[in-house]
Each structure stands twice: as C-alpha cells, then as structure tokens.
T-cell receptor
Framework: GAVVSQHPSWVICKSGTSVKIECRSLDFQATTMFWYRQFPKQSLMLMATSNEGSKATYEQGVEKDKFLINHASLTLSTLTVTSAHPEDSSFYIC????????????FGPGTRLTVL | DQQVKQNSPSLSVQEGRISILNCDYTNSMFDYFLWYKKYPAEGPTFLISISSIKDKNEDGRFTVFLNKSAKHLSLHIVPSQPGDSAVYFCAARGGGNKLTFGTGTQLKVEL
C-alpha cells in the first residue's frame, strides 16, 4: 500500500512552454500533498504544500505564478511549470500524506524536467 | 540557511560492518527526525524516525540515535549489506508536517 505515482517520469520541453506534472496517491486519500525539487547532489527543497480544495502554501522564494499547484481531489495534485526556462530544469518530486502521523509522507518516483 | 546538514557526502563501508550516517540540525523546534533512503530516479522511502523526546529508536538493522543537546542524530546500520547502497537523507519535521531535508550521504557497501 501507500503508493504514489507521478506522470510523466521525464519530460523535455522548449523554453517558454508550460509543463504539467501529475501526482496521484493510488491506494489512499491524501489530505496533503507536497512538492519538492532537487538539483544534482543537493537536498530536496520543499516548494509548496497543498491541501485538497484549498490554495497551496508556497515556501519563501518560490514563485506561485510560475509554479501553479492544483489539488482538486484527495488523490490528485498537479504542478504546472509555466513559461519554463532552462534554469527550471530539475527533478521534481511530490509526496502525499493521509494525515499527520510521523513517517506518513509517501513520495512519488519524481519527474525529470529538462528545458531546452 | 541550511537547517539540516549532512556533512559527509559519501561513505564507504565493507559488507557486514557497521555504517554510521550523521546529521546535524540547528532548529530546536523540530519535533521529529526521519531517515529516508533514495535510489537514483526514485522518490525517497521512509526508513525510521525518532521523536525529539527520545534518544534512541531501533528497527531491525537500523537504529537512530538523537543527541538533543548537541542537535545531532545518527543512523546506524548493522550489519551493512550491499543492498543498503543508496543515498540517505535525514529530515526534520517542523510545523504543518513539513519536512526539511539534509543534503544526503551516498552510502556504498562493498563486498
């Protein structure tokens, strides 16, 4: 149990286009989903926290107009990178949590975004 | 400002020996600490956690120690196995169930 999927697993796009990444909890309902990005050899950096049916809470320094997050249901959250540029190339990982119990934050496999 | 630090980017250990991974933090408000294991191109998987009110938690081959006064925690793996080779992240939980991750330590267990 506790499987989280992400789609696509990798994507290459041209500069200036938008890319949507989906995060799904397959066998549980996620009241909260988190979006992270990871640069090579660096830590996972939390970008935003989203609760189903409400606006996402963005971490300091993350542009909410550039990284649009939608958490429309208890099993799906999407991250849209708008007007992507090469500096947005990174590994994006989502996690889903059914509650507040420790350890109950299950991660997806990640999406590798490359912007040309 | 890196609130959670893993100062060793890599560690190499022989199979059967003990692996010790270290982590330091600066924020005294963290209430839980977790260790995650990550393979390339995959998301982290939860290994073990410890509450800030405890100093040790054990689960099979994995033991986490917390020294709150030193703001230091460590993960012990014994005996180490080749399948343990991965990147290990420590993470600390703050408000709203948010996790702050360290930079990771690449563990390599050699035959």
């Amino acid at each position: 149990g506790a499987v989280v999927s992400q789609h696509p697993s990798w994507v290459i796009c041209k500069s200036g286009t938008s890319v949507k990444i989906e995060c799904r909890s397959l066998d549980f309902q996620a009241t909260t989903m988190f979006w992270y990005r990871q640069f090579p050899k660096q830590s996972l950096m939390l970008m935003a926290t989203s609760n189903e049916g409400s606006k996402a809470t963005y971490e300091q320094g993350v542009e909410k107009d550039k990284f649009l997050i939608n958490h429309a249901s208890l099993t799906l959250s999407t991250l849209t990178v708008t007007s992507a540029h090469p500096e947005d190339s990174s590994f994006y990982i989502c996690s889903a949590s059914p509650g507040l119990a420790i350890g109950e934050q299950f991660f997806g496999p990640g999406t590798r975004l490359t912007v040309l | 400002d890196q609130q959670v630090k893993q100062n060793s980017p890599s560690l190499s250990v022989q199979e059967g020996r003990i692996s010790i991974l270290n982590c330091d933090y600066t924020n005294s408000m963290f209430d839980y600490f977790l260790w995650y294991k990550k393979y390339p191109a995959e998301g982290p998987t939860f290994l073990i956690s410890i509450s800030s009110i405890k100093d040790k938690n054990e689960d099979g081959r994995f033991t986490v120690f917390l020294n709150k006064s030193a703001k230091h925690l460590s993960l012990h793996i014994v005996p180490s196995q080749p399948g343990d080779s991965a990147v290990y992240f420590c993470a600390a939980r703050g408000g709203g169930n948010k996790l702050t991750f360290g930079t990771g330590t690449q563990l390599k267990v050699e035959l």
